[in-house]
T-cell receptor
Framework: DTGVSQDPRHKITKRGQNVTFRCDPI?????LYWYRQTLGQGPEFLTY????????KSRLLSDRFSAERPKGSFSTLEIQRTEQGDSAMYLC???????????FGQGTRLTVV | ELKVEQNPLFLSMQEGKNYTIYCNYS?????LYWYRQDPGKSLESLFV?????AVKQEGRLMASLDTKARLSTLHITAAVHDLSATYFC????????????FGKGTLLTVNP
């Protein structure tokens, strides 16, 4: 499968726990994006990487959220001390240089109980 | 700040009928996307519209872009049940990050 891959697909966690999600972009895509989608809403931009550099973070990304892309390939999104309001679908997308179309992964659905 | 508005947000239509979904956006952009999302699933790209006057068609769906009016439309012709889904338009912001700003989506239900 050469598409964007996300793991896990589903995560249920207790409030206050930390969670980490992984995204493997399409090979050789140097741009990687994280979006969050809550029920009944469109996806909202969280952060953007070009290669290993995190170039933009949304105000939605509180101090409890951190994202990395250490070698410019896969990326991780960690949420510390989860809250019920963090429950959402977390979508990863990647694109190649030059502003080509971004392709989305299947998403990780997080439920905080 | 770029804002994207879709209407209607909910659309219930009968099979065989035609309808149009509208997408307005607030600042200049020359690239607009339409996505389909089935319940619990990720986003499926339908159309990428790259320039003023662009029109693309795939099956019963046709999308157009008017950058001067900052308006895109998604027209559904002779709807069938399989088209039931949520449809999002997304506008690419200016600058070098190419991030997308999405509308709230249109939940389309096609009834037999």
């Amino acid at each position: 499968d050469t598409g964007v891959s996300q793991d896990p697909r589903h995560k249920i966690t207790k409030r206050g726990q930390n969670v980490t999600f992984r995204c493997d972009p399409i090979s050789e895509h140097n741009r990687l994006y994280w979006y969050r989608q809550t029920l009944g809403q469109g996806p909202e931009f969280l952060t953007y990487f070009q290669n290993e550099a995190q170039l933009e973070k949304s105000r939605l990304l509180s101090d409890r959220f951190s994202a990395e892309r250490p070698k410019g390939s896969f990326s991780t999104l960690e949420i510390q001390r989860t809250e019920q309001g963090d429950s959402a679908m977390y979508l990863c997308a990647s694109s190649a240089t030059g502003g080509t179309e971004a392709f989305f992964g299947q998403g990780t659905r997080l439920t905080v109980v | 700040e770029l804002k994207v508005e879709q209407n209607p947000l909910f659309l219930s239509m009968q099979e065989g009928k035609n309808y149009t979904i509208y997408c307005n956006y607030s600042t200049t952009s020359d690239r607009l996307y339409w996505y389909r999302q089935d319940p619990g699933k990720s986003l499926e790209s339908l159309f990428v519209l790259l320039s003023n006057g662009a029109v693309k068609q795939e099956g019963r769906l046709m999308a157009s872009l008017d950058t001067k009016a900052r308006l895109s439309t998604l027209h559904i012709t002779a709807a069938v049940h399989d088209l039931s889904a949520t449809y999002f338009c997304a506008v690419e912001s200016g600058g070098s990050n190419y991030k997308l700003t999405f509308g709230k989506g249109t939940l389309l239900t096609v009834n037999p």
